[in-house]
């Protein structure tokens, strides 16, 4: 019998590499299950981010308190209800807006029902939010030296356009994660 011997390519072993390194090819049901289990910690933690950052603007709503109930001026009591509607809005966008990812070129455009479904509101809240924050900032710089109001009440106007931009910062880091573009990357595989 004549015996047929196949050689293998001679590699040397490296020093900080084990078997475990080597990427494996999956088959439809492991990709399938690792796409389940990513989608489910990504909606994890976004639900962990969306609680401890709804807790920024609502807490902050409390600071106002004060100068509705004992200042003297009209004025700092309007720009306080400025603020606190500021906040609330950004609470809003935080708690029940829905994520909006960009899609990428090759998906198809979403029908035009479901961007109705949204509504104007939601739609346009940030935009809106956005200009009431800085309307409050801006507001900040008249009650620098004012009297009649405590003497912080000037940062205090800041507040919303800092949580806001916190605020909409987190939202585009929940979003840098996009778990449905795995769906694209599968390959066909069939296991044994």
């Not at 390519?9 to 796409?35: C, G, H, M």
């Amino acid at each position: 019998m004549v015996a047929t011997r196949l050689r293998k390519t001679f590699r040397y072993p490296a020093d900080n590499s084990d078997d475990d390194d080597v990427p494996k090819d999956l088959d439809e049901e492991e990709q399938e299950k690792l796409i389940a289990k990513l989608r489910a910690e990504d909606t994890e933690r976004n639900e962990e981010y969306k609680r401890i950052f709804l807790a920024v603007p609502s807490v902050s709503v409390m600071s106002y308190i004060p100068t509705l109930i004992m200042s003297s001026l009209i004025q700092a009591k309007l720009v306080s209800l400025l603020c606190i509607t500021s906040l609330v809005a950004t609470a809003y966008i935080m708690a029940f807006v829905t994520d909006i990812r960009p899609k990428s070129p090759n998906q198809v455009k979403p029908k035009k029902r479901s961007e109705s479904k949204s509504g104007p509101f939601r739609r346009y809240i940030g935009y809106l939010n956005g200009t009431l924050s800085l309307l409050c900032a801006l507001n900040s710089i008249t009650f620098r030296d004012k009297r009649g109001v405590h003497d912080g009440f000037w940062l205090l106007c800041l507040l919303p356009i800092v949580s806001f931009a916190l605020i909409m910062l987190a939202r585009q880091l929940m979003l840098s994660v996009d778990v449905d573009e795995l769906e694209d990357l599968k390959y066909e595989y069939k296991g044994a």
